[in-house]
């Protein structure tokens, strides 16, 4: 059961750069927490984007979408911004609904010693295992179905609503 | 739907004793993981015993199966050594056949910067929301049911039997 | 021996912020990296400012002069983001001449995992306890004295010229 | 100016060998600190032993100094561990009297995330730098005389005496 991850950036996959004292992207750290995560798990990655989740469009959207319709595999991770990880997840579960999509992030990089994106990589992992066809989002060591879920950016936490 | 977490020890809880520079056992890390991790979870912990699982007796895992069975909750994580785990979930799966019961623990200590810890933590958490009733353990990203695992030592990885 | 420690902000103290994915200032972590140091010197620190140092005025460094002039001790660090730490060390030996005073800082953030500051904190303590009157930067293991260094932006390291 | 550094095993390199639970050596950590710490500084590093200063013996000393006699440097670090770094000092000031020798080493592996030893390593390499001929240790922000020092063992500290 192999399962298919969609890296498109967020806060996950920043990093600082030290000549301009900002925050950017380069590569995904992904295979490097899975590696730290000893994860034996069959599983496909591809980066799709590498942007922050204010900037993605209606276009960038429909690629996410075009990707998890066309993999081969029925159980899918997309690493995604938290901000506007709701409306991705309402897209596809509109346009891709015949798999188990589990959308994660993280509220902190993972380069910063304190980033919870270890803890909710590990966690969509095994829900995406498990959850029935449907799309969620795996945050704060929950999950949510698409439609049934909103951000608190106030405390910068997913809750159901 | 609260989930009850039963600290036994194992690597997971390790420390380094600066004075001795041996390894010790001294509070566990759970409460510092689950911030970091940002956990919104109704979380019920406590510490059963603190001891390497290589130490554990019949009588111990007695103990933890009282405590599971005695639980109010009916969703329950063991932090547990990984030598011994399996021995663990088989003795639980036989005394405690009506929760769902989920092991785990790390390969490195969580003080370690390159522990699994967040992710095994990340992973259990999720597959006890999910999984039906029945004992498993969870390391490596993948669940395996109690009587269908082992440790494989050498290469320090659990795997399907 | 006391020695005196200045905070004035840098990239040093920046943190992320995790509801508007910016960095920023809170508090410094000077306390918490003289803990994991196990440093047992007599240290005497304040904050004077929490800035970046792109946005320090000559009013700023007036301030910076005159708290190292008020202050008791004769061995003082300042720690400073890097961008101008060069134009503070050159006011500093001029309106501060008979004092021992090294500049610091670091590349990244000390809460990234591959920030230089801890290592940068250790040699300008060392510096600070063993070179003689004068003002000095302390970047990348070595010290350059103030009139003697530039930072190479396109490459972030300070050299001497 | 050169530096040599020693590499002579110590707390600072042990690792967490998963398979067996226990703390090892396997390589020197020197370079990946130095990576981290930005160095831009001339080394010259070897690694002469790796073993724990608990188990290091006269023989094991003489090829110490041997080494350092032998370096074609003036300035010297000694990686070591803390157990008998006194005693391996006042060898070495009586053995190798004309350079400035800064022995140096960590309460807990470097590997451990609250390790001391890349603060520890800053500092001996600045005051390897500005010292004058002799033998020293430096440890806790500080540097101590190697006949001056001892290590209090009921708190891990090193002291003057």
């Not at 509220?107 to 270890?118: A, C, Q, R, T, V």
């Not at 498990?130 to 969620?136: A, D, F, H, K, M």
């Not at 949510?144 to 608190?152: L, P, Q």
Request: hydrophobic residues 40%.
């Amino acid at each position: 059961m192999a399962i298919k991850i969609i890296v498109t950036g967020g806060t996950f996959d920043k990093e600082y750069n030290e000549l301009t004292g900002e925050l950017f992207f380069k590569d995904t750290h992904l295979h490097e927490m899975l590696t730290k995560g000893r994860s034996k798990l069959e599983l496909e990655i591809s980066t799709l984007m590498m942007i922050d989740s204010l900037d993605m469009t209606e276009q960038d959207r429909k690629k996410i979408a075009d990707a998890c319709t066309s993999a081969k595999e029925d159980k899918i991770i997309i690493t995604h911004g938290t901000d506007t990880m709701t409306v991705t997840a309402l897209y596809l579960q509109k346009h891709c609904p015949n798999k188990t999509i589990v959308l994660t992030g993280a509220m902190i990089p993972y380069k910063f010693g304190s980033s919870d994106g270890l803890f909710n990589l590990g966690s969509a992992l095994a829900f995406t295992q498990v959850l029935p066809t449907g799309v969620y989002i795996a945050m704060n060591g929950k999950y949510f179905e698409a439609d049934k879920v909103r951000k608190n950016t106030d405390i910068g936490e997913f809750e159901a609503i």
